[in-house]
């Protein structure tokens, strides 16, 4: 089965004419919300942002993510897009000819979010090139997670995003070990599979590194993740850390996919969604797309 987008609510657009499609992109700290996706009763940053959406155009607006983030994970360069009327992009100015739609749209944006005292943050919105997808367009995403393994070092301004780890990580094992992860394979140890949907990803980077500070600094780049896959291989690279698992684990974990319950999720207030990247023009955008929608299989 093909994974398809989340409906988005249709531009009211006159006959024959082409909604505009929107890029967003903005950042946001996990803590103050359930996830980004909107759940009744819960704070969510897609709620937040279609309710602020809403407000300026007064009507429903449905977003759609480049990666979809679970409750407590935080992101700094999210994107996402909609779809608007000709009419309703360029009446964002207001009639004002110095004004540009995307720099207003950026500016109204941070009037309506002012309630959530900075959690969530719009930089930037422009007018996408066609073709453009939020999600399928994406050829990668990027993740950074954070741990700080020894108290007398920790710093309580930091807590926000970083996992405090009750163990001390050799991180040179841990950077070893993330070899194995690389490339084209099937995740399902690391995943929580999604009915009719494929846990096979391309891991394009992971390094592993300590900081000047002493923080230990996991970054992993794919072209795309299935559910919890980050911090189940967070989670996996700190048992091999701690040395409750033997160096060569992960790489048995990736050779023999299977579904249980030794990997652990590592804890989600340590990760930040750093970047999405996309093909740089149109066509691109529109392949890119076309071939994320098929089904991949090793």
């Given at each position: 089965m093909t994974e398809q987008p989340a409906p988005s609510a249709p531009a009211p657009s006159a006959?024959?004419?082409?909604?505009?499609?929107?890029?967003?992109?903005?950042?946001?700290?996990?803590?103050?919300?359930?996830?980004?996706?909107?759940?009744?009763?819960?704070?969510?940053?897609?709620?937040?942002?279609?309710?602020?959406?809403?407000?300026?155009?007064?009507?429903?607006?449905?977003?759609?993510?480049?990666?979809?983030?679970d409750?407590?994970?935080?992101?700094?360069?999210?994107?996402?897009?909609?779809?608007?009327?000709?009419?309703?992009?360029?009446?964002?100015?207001?009639?004002?000819p110095d004004l540009e739609?995307?720099?207003?749209?950026?500016?109204?944006?941070?009037?309506?979010?002012?309630?959530?005292?900075?959690?969530?943050?719009?930089?930037?919105?422009?007018?996408?090139?066609?073709?453009?997808?939020?999600?399928f367009s994406a050829l990668w995403r990027e993740y950074e997670y954070r741990i700080d393994d020894a108290?007398?070092?920790?710093?309580?301004?930091?807590?926000?995003?970083?996992?405090?780890?009750?163990?001390?990580?050799?991180?040179?094992?841990?950077?070893?070990?993330?070899?194995?992860?690389l490339g084209l394979h099937d995740f399902l140890s690391f995943c929580r599979p999604r009915e009719g949907a494929t846990t096979i990803r391309e891991v394009q980077d992971l390094r592993v590194a300590r900081d000047e500070d002493g923080s230990v600094r996991v970054r992993i780049r794919a072209d795309a993740f299935c559910h919890n896959m980050v911090r189940a291989v967070v989670g996996a690279l700190l048992q091999v850390g701690e040395g409750s698992r033997e160096p060569g684990w992960l790489g048995l974990r990736v050779a023999t996919p299977a579904r249980d319950s030794q990997v652990r999720l590592a804890p989600p207030r340590g990760l930040t969604l750093l970047a999405?990247?996309?093909?740089?023009?149109?066509?691109?955008?529109?392949?890119?797309?076309?071939?994320?929608?098929?089904?991949?299989?090793?």
């Open positions: 006959a024959g004419e082409e909604p505009v499609r929107v890029r967003l992109d903005l950042a946001y700290d996990g803590g103050a919300f359930r996830g980004w996706a909107r759940q009744p009763g819960l704070d969510s940053v897609q709620g937040a942002l279609e309710d602020g959406l809403e407000r300026i155009l007064r009507r429903p607006v449905r977003t759609v993510v480049a990666g979809r983030t409750a407590g994970v935080h992101a700094r360069g999210q994107v996402v897009h909609l779809d608007l009327a000709e009419g309703e992009w360029a009446g964002l100015t207001r009639g004002r739609p995307g720099a207003s749209l950026t500016r109204r944006l941070g009037g309506v979010l002012s309630g959530w005292d900075g959690a969530v943050v719009v930089h930037g919105a422009r007018r996408a090139p066609a073709g453009f997808d939020a999600r108290p007398d070092r920790r710093d309580p301004r930091t807590r926000a995003f970083t996992h405090w780890h009750g163990a001390a990580l050799d991180e040179r094992l841990m950077a070893l070990e993330a070899d194995a992860v999405v990247g996309y093909p740089e023009d149109g066509e691109g955008l529109r392949r890119r797309a076309e071939g994320t929608r098929a089904r991949r299989t090793l």
